[in-house]
């Protein structure tokens, strides 16, 4: 059984940073690929960034590239995403998600799920 567990959620002004954590619990020891996803109010959930479960591989939303960073700590079985130059557009639930090994950009294909952090950009 694995548990994710987001924080680091906010309410920020356009163009401020935030760093989200993504902490992951499980009986079983495994290597998981991680994604974040995020909903806008009205919005189908989207991609935005993803890591494999080495680290050495990861993606960003088109709109992410040059703003957002996703990183892994395995000691601390935790996974980080660094949102920078926030715009309101960002704003939303963001979620994390697990998968056996390679990360992929569709929802269905993650199995783990934590309950969100909300990020809220003003403009």
């Known amino acids: 059984q694995v548990q994710l567990v987001e924080s680091g959620g906010g309410l920020v002004q356009a163009g401020d940073s935030l760093r989200l954590a993504c902490t992951i619990s499980s009986r079983t020891r495994g290597a998981f690929a991680v994604a974040w996803f995020r909903q806008a109010p009205g919005k189908e959930r989207e991609f935005v960034a993803s890591i494999d479960w080495s680290g050495t591989t990861t993606d960003y939303v088109e709109a992410g590239k040059g703003r957002f960073a996703i990183s892994r700590d395995n000691d601390k079985n935790t996974v980080y995403l660094q949102l920078a130059s926030l715009n309101p557009e960002d704003t939303g639930v963001y979620y994390c998600?697990?998968?056996?090994?390679?990360?992929?950009?569709?929802?269905?294909?993650?199995?783990?799920w934590g309950q969100g952090t909300q990020v809220t950009v003003s403009s």
């Open positions: 998600a697990t998968r056996s090994l390679w990360a992929t950009r569709t929802a269905g294909d993650y199995v783990n």
